[in-house]
């Protein structure tokens, strides 16, 4: 895959503070990726191919970040478990 460069500007503290350019960099690469996939631009997978880790490793990514991977509204959350409570009335029949 190809890659665009960028030049970063950074306060020196930064580096004083442990973080290297490889660092930076890895940051900055999570931080793009996981910006569009909370913006929903991109998939889970996509998420994932982009950063170079599996879809279990990105999900786990996200649960460190403190990030939702499912992000429902009131609404939305009360339609969705109407729908797990119905496919369970029906199992049950």
Known sequence: MSEIVFEVKLPPEVVRL???QQRVQQNVREWAVLSLFTDGAISSGKAAKLL?????????LLRRRGIAYLDFSP???????AAVDALQTEEER
Do not use: P
């Open 52 to 60: 170079g880790i599996s879809r279990v490793a990105f999900l786990a």
């Open 75 to 81: 609404q939305e959350l009360e339609e969705e478990i």
């Open 18 to 20: 442990g973080y290297d």
